[in-house]
Nanobody, 121 residues
């Protein structure tokens, strides 16, 4: 069984910072791309940032210059450092990992359960 689990959400004031973590566990041979998505109330889930296994990154325009995605391949973990947070960043943040299970041939997408980030004074 492969799982991805997020942590690090919470309540923060505008202009503040939070760091989200997402760890993959279980029996797998490879993790390809990892990503963070978010979903605000009444809105569709949107892509926030992605990172390849080699460390190449991509960001949504709305978070460029404020958020940084990184990963530690030895720990099978991806991070999202969020700075200069705005009320419009309030959402449930989800981790996504593209993983090849041990003994498998094709990768599958695995999602975490989500972690709430609330930016409010």
């Amino acid at each position: 069984q492969v799982q991805v689990v997020e942590s690090g959400g919470g309540l923060v004031q505008p202009g503040g910072s939070l760091r989200l973590s997402c760890a993959a566990s279980g029996r797998f041979s490879r993790i390809n791309d990892m990503a963070w998505y978010r979903q605000a109330p009444g809105k569709q889930r949107e892509l926030v940032a992605t990172i390849t296994s080699g460390g190449s990154t991509n960001y949504a325009d709305s978070v460029k210059g404020r958020f940084t995605i990184s990963r530690d391949n030895a720990k099978s973990t991806v991070y999202l450092q969020m700075n200069s947070l705005k009320p419009e960043d309030t959402a449930v943040y989800y981790c996504n990992a593209n993983i090849i299970r041990l003994g498998g041939l094709r990768p599958s997408d695995y999602w975490g359960q989500g972690t709430q980030v609330t930016v409010s004074s």
